[in-house]
């Protein structure tokens, strides 16, 4: 039975729904109005109904402004590649070329946006196993991570050493079936390592500025900084800060999805190397 909490969550996501279905029906709504809503919507995971307010948000003519031409599609983007309605590689291919109309990812220093073609072509090589688009994921965000961590708190810099540490795993294996060790497969860690290594350093530092605050409260801040130190071994230090994330109210439950399920991936990722000398291991 659910709790008065749930109810509240309940109620609210029908009307964001049902404002959703009277403005694709043709209903008008402003911009700003129409933006908040698909964010609404987002946040429900209701993804296909976020994805038609932002195509007819760009319809509009202020639409095309510099405020808003790069952001609307940047979110289009994310909500048609998560929608399930859709075909995958169609979708795909989609939400790739939404954001090369708007913000062309292979020039573009714009870390939202190599965040997202990053995430595109890692989730086309969760579908295929194709190297090649893993490769294109990695070279996404580690351009995402070179613009600086503080710019998009470590977002595209955790997802590059997530990257690496999938492509030396995946070597390994192959290499392993010929009895061969890659210099390439040590140096992808060692990459990885550094990357959260001065994320870590960085977040931290950030987090315990008083004016930056704000940011403890932030679900990415935080669990990117647990994710940092939970790939460097030093579990003590993950557990504590996805202690402080897992008490945030109102976070969406896709977001803590995929936190989860990235952090599960990386567990298995590291069960054969985490041991090694000089790293920390749980003592449980």
Not at 99 to 121: S, V, W
Not at 210 to 234: C, D, S
């Amino acid at each position: 039975m659910p709790n008065s909490h749930d109810s509240k969550n309940i109620t609210r996501e029908s009307e964001n729904l049902k404002l959703a279905k009277k403005i694709i029906a043709g209903q008008d709504e402003n911009l700003d109005n129409m933006f908040g809503l698909a964010m609404r919507l987002k946040n429900e995971r209701a993804f296909s109904h976020a994805r038609r307010i932002l195509e007819r948000a760009r319809g509009k003519p202020e639409a095309n402004g510099p405020d808003y031409r790069l952001k609307l599609a940047q979110q289009l983007a994310l909500v048609t590649y998560k929608d399930p309605d859709l075909l995958p590689d169609e979708k795909l291919d989609e939400a790739f070329d939404i954001l090369c109309e708007a913000d062309y990812p292979q020039t573009t220093k714009n870390q939202e946006t190599l965040g997202l073609a990053g995430a595109i072509h890692k989730r086309r090589w969760e579908l295929d196993g194709q190297k090649q688009h893993l490769e294109r994921s990695l070279a996404f965000y580690l351009r995402g991570y070179e613009q600086g961590v503080e710019g998009d708190y470590g977002y595209t810099g955790i997802n590059a050493a997530f990257a690496l540490d999938l492509m030396a795993d995946q070597e390994e294996k192959e290499a392993g079936q010929s009895n061969v060790v890659l210099q390439s497969t040590a140096d992808r860690r060692s990459k990885a390592r550094e990357i959260r290594e001065k994320i870590a350093r960085t977040l931290v530092e950030m987090a315990e500025k008083e004016e930056q605050t704000p940011l403890k409260r932030e679900w990415w801040f935080l669990v990117t900084i647990a994710e940092a130190y939970f790939g460097l071994a030093n579990y003590d230090e993950a557990r504590k800060w996805l202690k402080v994330a897992a008490q945030l109210e109102g976070v969406p439950e896709w977001e803590r999805e995929s936190t989860i399920r990235q952090l599960a991936q990386l567990a298995r990722i590291m069960g054969g190397w985490a041991s090694a000398p000089g790293e920390e291991r749980e003592s449980e």
